[in-house]
């Protein structure tokens, strides 16, 4: 039963970036909605276009054409800063790299979402600390990211995206600089969060990753080629794929 | 994104590379430790100047009569001078001729070759303030008198040198030979200079002018020293003096002769050594200026270098959700940090080098001029001091701003590419 309004509604999206002479479609007319506690991997090989996809469902970037509405609201031809207030706002990101500030303690890495939202200080520190127990690192709160595991590390870019309680939280390649135990611990986290209520949206190419969300969207060419239930065994087999396979 | 944030990340990002801040603060170091240097001299020096002119008084007008010289007896008279002061009071405190009267005086069988010998008249000395036109105090006795000067006594009053060396501290009565004329000693002056010496300023001995005249064999008094009634008549009536002197000097065709008198004051002196201290000063800051200058190019520099390298945290920052005047900001207070520091840094540079100077080459400096109670006082106002800061802040706030804006330019998902 889906509510009349989509969280994340792309109409007829296009991302077309000029390469010399050509016009390189990134994204070639993808339409896609995705509701409140959905779990939903968008897969696709390295030029598939999931990357753009993934910089503009996280408001990095804006379409050339088409519309992208986040939480009911026009977002496609919004200017940098109003971005930057959604994407305080309304997403919660995680990278692949973890992207954590060397400089800064755990703690106040988690606390950077809320200073940008303008919270005062005993606020923000109660709603990262917040944040860092749900992740299980609050005896952490004091340490630099280089003193903490890469798992450790991944953990704190998912409290700092939980933070700001965001309606999104978008994984780029979440496990992709893991290890294969601690990248299945950080997926086992992605659910749970999912279980919770909160709303994922994992980027990623690999179909052994994918499956772990409820629901798989493929991207090839910039277009989507499959858009269904990750069980569905489509999903995770192109035909394509199993011809080349056929083929060799 | 608040002040005190920005403020606590710059100074953290400054810790973690204390050398490269330490360089980037040079310049400005520098710049700033100059300026004060320069300000702090110059107030020394000024305040020199002005304490010297306190002391002889900054009224003080001096007018120089060289006469005709063309074999012609053409010359001013000390009584013509004297009505001419009489007839503006407002004007005009005094005047009294000063005429050299050569060196040398015998005490007993003594010789003092070096001591000079001054022709003034009683208003040398001005009874209200105790002291004379020249800033001397009486220590004993009295000074020359109007009665001494008319009927040219052969009384005179002499330096404290004098009075230790031939009279062995005990002078009042005593008599010493001018030119084999006996003179009685009236009045003892105070010790003038710190290291009293022979042919010093505490080596003299002052008697009424007609008589060192007489002892020189000279017809004309060449020099008269004049007190105007106040600092801010100085300049009125010394025009007037000069009016005088241009009428009384004026040839048959009325043809003006500037050759045969020249007058000075006090206050022209100082205002020339004031106006060419400030040139000197504007010329010296200008150049430290300059060094500012390079420091704030250095900071821009660094703080490019310093976007380049952070540009992945820029990224995260934008990711989630800082704007541009977030971002901007926080460069812009990194860099009026960095420069802030420096100028810190430099003001209290600037304050002990100028007082190092201050205590080494100022005691020599005061010497050297042969002054006593004045002192040299190398330090910065307090204006000098926060103008220094505020500029050295509003150095890296102003090269600090392209940086930033640089920084707040950047496109996200380039940033959070870069590695």
Known sequence: MRSLEHLIELKEVYKIYPMGSEDVHALDGVSLTVDRGEF?????????????????????????SGTYRLGGVDVSTMNDDQQAEIRNKMLGFIFQQYNLIPKLTVLENVELPLLYAGMDAGERRERARKALERVGLADKEKHLPSQLSGGQQQRVSIARALAGEPSVILADEPTGALDSRTGREVLGFLQKLNAEGDTVILITHDNSIAVKAKRIVRLQDGRVIYDGDAKDPRAVVRPEESAEEAGA | ???????????????????RAFLTMLGIIIGVAAVIIIISLGNGLTGMVEQQVEKVGVNQIYAYTWGMGDGTTKNVTPEEMYAFIDAHPDLFDGITPWVSGGQGIRCGSEEYEKTGIYGVSEAMYRPETGTTLDGDTLARGRYLQYVDVVNRQNVCVIGAYLEQEAFRGDALGRTLSLGGIPYTVVGVLKQNSETMSEGGGDDRVYIPYENAMQLSGSRFVSLYQITAASRDTVMEAQALLLDFLQTFYQDEAGEHIYDYYYVQSMLDQVNQINAMMGIAMMVLIAIAAISLLVG????????????????????????????????????IIEAGTTSALGGFAGILLGCLVAMGIGSLFGGMLVQSLGASGITFNATPTLGAVLVSFGVSVGIG???????????????PIDALRYE
Do not use: H, W
């Not at chain 2, 608040?2 to 810790?15: D, E, G, H, M």
């Not at chain 2, 490019?304 to 005047?325: D, F, N, W």
């Not at chain 2, 930033?404 to 950047?410: G, M, R």
């Open chain 2, 397 to 411: 706030v102003l090269f600090g701003y392209l940086p930033a804006n640089k920084a707040a330019k950047l496109n």
């Open chain 2, 296 to 331: 704030g190019i250095g900071i821009m520099n660094i703080m490019l270098v310093s976007v380049t390298e952070r540009t992945r945290e820029i990224g995260i920052r934008k990711s989630l959700g800082a704007k541009r005047k977030d971002i901007r900001r926080q460069f």
């Open chain 1, 40 to 64: 939903v991997a968008i897969v696709g090989q390295s030029g598939s276009g999931k990357s753009t996809a993934m910089n503009i469902i996280g408001c990095l970037d804006v379409p050339t």
């Open chain 2, 1 to 19: 994104m608040n002040v005190t944030q920005s403020f606590r990340l710059a100074i953290k990002s400054l810790r973690t590379s204390k050398m």
